[in-house]
């Protein structure tokens, strides 16, 4: 077993699930630190234990250690064991939602702001030359995009023609003076953070402001996950509510396969404090009614949702990701997926488990 060692928090989580398979089969020995707690947030649809159990069993060269991110003392044993073997840490445990962190503004700030600044730390005291990658979101920006001038066609709004962001939302939008939710607040004090040891410290630190970051490895809850739970909504004829903005409120969708791959640029050329925003861009978007009639397409099931005319605080009415300046520092990238192609894959993986699970 090789000691280039892949340090992932959230390893069993969407992202990090990813990154483990992608590194596995490069060869790293990978230590993945993961507790479950989207259980403990979303309920026992949300557990990834069934994940675990999979990537336990696939890669020999996985090390499961179950532990809060929280945990300082024991989150700086590790680092301190591993320290000349670690070659890239990828931060992508959080607490994810904006609608649950609202009910626990404390823990949501704990995990989120707290567990990123304990892992910062322990990369600067034990190998700070190693890339430290960190699962940000487009929340960070608040409402701001809700300030966009839009136009309203029949299944979707989107920007006046003439308008700047035609090509997606850049770093250049402002994250002051607008509503983030408790979470996204909470995000906003990690990426900064994140930022913060790249340009003070010299390390080579980046912050990815993700759009909807999604695929089959997702275990998708009413608060997280929108494809992932839309998909399983569909596909088991139960339950879905859309919250306001006539389900035409879009959102970009970035496979995690895509987003791993984008990480890997970053891992072979890094550098100091960056920020990139990363997503589905203008290849791979859809609004809330799209998806649905491309999930009925691919199920062949009828299906009705329900509707409150009531959006969520802090929501995006529509997001996209300007995908310019990764691309430009990073050429060699691009996508691979879009919308109904990342939503068949979610179908195809996962529609006897839900089958199952719901008898």
């Not at 930022?195 to 970051?213: A, D, H, I, W």
């Not at 999604?214 to 859309?242: E, P, R, W």
């Not at 529509?318 to 879009?338: A, C, I």
């Amino acid at each position: 077993m090789s000691k280039k060692t892949v340090l992932i928090t959230g390893s069993d989580g969407l992202i990090g699930s990813e990154a483990v398979e992608f590194y596995s089969k490069k060869g790293y020995t990978i230590i993945g630190i993961d507790n479950n707690s989207r259980k403990k947030f979303f309920g026992k649809d949300a557990s990834v234990l069934w994940n675990r159990k999979i990537l336990k069993d696939r890669f020999p060269n996985y090390n499961h250690v179950n532990l809060d991110i929280r945990n300082e003392k024991e989150i700086n044993k590790i680092f301190e064991e591993h320290k000349n073997n670690i070659k890239l840490i990828i931060h992508a445990a959080a607490q994810p939602s904006h609608d649950w962190a609202a009910t626990n503004p404390i823990l949501d700030f704990q995990v989120n702001a707290m567990g990123t600044q304990i892992l910062l730390e322990a990369t600067r005291n034990y190998c700070k030359e190693v890339p430290f990658i960190f699962t940000s979101t487009n929340k960070v920006y608040g409402d701001k995009p809700n300030y966009i001038k839009l136009k309203e066609i029949k299944t979707r709004y989107q920007p006046e023609h003439n308008s700047e962001f035609v090509s997606g939302i850049d770093e250049n939008m402002s994250i002051d003076q607008s509503v983030h939710s408790v979470f996204g607040a909470s995000k906003v004090a990690a990426d900064i953070m994140v930022q913060e040891y790249g340009k003070y410290f010299s390390m080579n630190t980046v912050s990815f402001r993700g759009g909807c970051l999604t695929g089959s490895n997702h275990s998708g809850t009413q608060l997280h996950g929108f494809l992932s739970y839309l998909m399983k909504c569909v596909a088991t004829n139960s339950n879905y509510t859309i919250y306001g903005y006539k389900g035409k409120q879009v959102r970009d969708n970035i496979h995690s396969k895509d987003l791993i791959n984008a990480f890997d640029h970053f891992f072979k050329e890094p550098k100091q404090g960056e920020v990139y925003n990363i997503g589905g861009g203008l290849e791979s978007n859809c609004s809330m009614i799209e998806a649905i009639e491309i999930s009925k397409k691919i199920t062949g099931n009828k299906f009705d949702y329900s509707y409150l005319d009531k959006n969520r605080i802090g929501d995006h009415i529509w997001y996209v990701s300007n995908l310019e300046k990764f691309k430009k520092h990073y050429p060699g990238w691009e996508l691979k997926y879009n919308v109904e192609e990342i939503l068949i894959e979610i179908y195809e993986k996962n529609v006897q488990r839900w089958i199952t699970e719901n008898k």
